[in-house]
């Protein structure tokens, strides 16, 4: 398993807990403020509320987006309560992979039972340092 897989394991394991102890119906913001504390005790490094900037031409939207949680500045985590996902979620993730440049994405929907089922992994096939660096996240070395 590769070093992202096992991050996205780890964010999943996270999710898991906060679902075994919060349960369904819960409001988005509610498992995310959940999540993050969960990511915290788990030290696994995270970033809450991103803004992710939009270029159309020369015009700059600083705040068009923003990523629910970005962690270790490599995986995008879309968080839904939702009676189930639909294409359009998944659509939002890959739009927030191709504009950030970022390769992996997970779609996570909390109203889901079991929750596994209720969990994408979303792979952005074209990843690109520059679209990165034009969004203002870190590129690596």
């Known amino acids: 398993m590769g070093e992202d897989d096992e991050l996205t394991g780890r964010i999943i ?10 349960g369904p119906g819960l409001l988005e913001s509610t498992y995310q403020a959940c999540l993050c504390h969960e990511l915290l005790l788990r030290e696994i490094p995270f970033r809450a509320q ?3 900037p939009l270029e159309y031409k020369q015009l700059r939207i ?3 987006y923003r990523i629910d949680i970005l ?3 490599a995986v995008i985590v879309e968080l839904k309560s939702v009676e189930k996902l639909l294409q359009l979620h998944e659509t939002q993730v890959m ?7 970022l390769a ?8 889901a039972v079991p929750l596994k089922s209720g969990i994408r992994r979303l792979v952005n096939p074209n ?4 679209s990165r660096t ?3 996240l870190p590129t690596p070395l």
């Open 13 to 22: 394991g996270a999710a898991i807990e906060v679902h075994r102890l919060t």
């Open 71 to 73: 962690v270790a500045d």
């Open 50 to 52: 991103v803004a992710l």
């Open 127 to 130: 990843p690109s340092l520059v």
């Open 134 to 136: 034009l969004a203002g």
């Open 104 to 111: 992996r994405g997970l779609l996570m929907n909390f109203n």
């Open 62 to 64: 600083p705040n068009a």
């Open 95 to 101: 739009t927030y992979l191709r504009l950030s440049g």
